[in-house]
């Protein structure tokens, strides 16, 4: 499976956009992209998962440029209740391999 | 919908001992796969089952092993614990659609603390 490689931590305030951006290179033509958000001692949440283009959602939205080599997930106006930590991954075939995610926070 | 449920939430256990974990995936979902995660860590993919059978494993020794039901629960084991087996243990269900388009779900997880 394409590794992934996205910032260690962001910080952001509250009502801003947030940005994350990640890069898999080897990305293969099977595999989709997706993101999940995970809170300490809880599980991943999916948030979004997309092919090419475009993705959005009632969180998020996706954005894959053609060569499908980077992603970046879009938040809109985050709170501080969208403090957590966002992995990005590449999946197939039911098989989900989590890199170090993503460590977001939100400032008031 | 229950979603996924997993047993105990917490577990303390002896070096050396073995544990059972356990899940129940979310309605009319087929696969199950366990992970483990270390504190400030992903989590680390140690297998998956499908239709009661291992189908994936990760880089884990054979100390973990599971088992999948006929009405898709499934437990982990883990025998002969080590200090280093103390983390959060996650089970995500999922439904095989294939082509790579799966949505997995978490449960909330089981933390395991060996001592």
């Known amino acids: 499976l394409a590794k992934t490689t996205q910032p260690i931590s962001m910080d952001s305030y509250e009502g801003q956009e947030v940005n994350i951006t990640c890069s898999h290179n080897?990305?293969?033509?099977?595999?989709?992209i997706t993101w999940y958000q995970q809170f300490p001692s809880q599980g991943p949440r999916f948030i979004i998962q997309g092919y090419k283009t475009k993705v959005t959602n009632e969180v998020a939205s996706l954005f894959i440029p053609a060569d499908r080599k980077s992603s970046t997930l879009s938040l809109p106006r985050v709170s501080l209740s969208d403090t957590a930590v966002y992995y990005c991954l590449v999946n197939r075939d039911d098989k989900i391999i989590f890199g170090k995610g993503t460590r977001l926070h939100i400032l008031p | 919908d229950a979603g996924v449920t997993q047993s105990p939430t917490h577990l303390i256990k002896t070096r050396g001992q073995q544990v059972t974990l356990r899940c129940s995936p979310k309605?009319?979902?087929?696969?199950v796969s366990w992970y483990q995660q270390a504190l400030g860590q992903g989590p680390q993919f140690i297998f998956q089952y499908y239709e009661e059978e291992e189908r994936q494993r990760g880089n884990f020794p054979d100390r973990f092993s599971g088992h999948q039901f006929p009405n898709y629960s499934s437990e982990l084991n883990v025998n002969a614990l080590l200090l280093g087996d103390s983390a959060l243990y996650l089970c995500?269900?999922?439904?095989?659609?294939?082509?790579?388009?799966?949505?997995?779900?978490f449960g909330q997880g089981t933390r395991l603390t060996v001592v």
């Open positions: 309605s009319g979902h087929d696969t």
């Open positions: 995500a269900s999922s439904l095989a659609l294939g082509e790579g388009n799966t949505e997995a779900f």
């Open positions: 080897n990305i293969a033509t099977n595999d989709y």
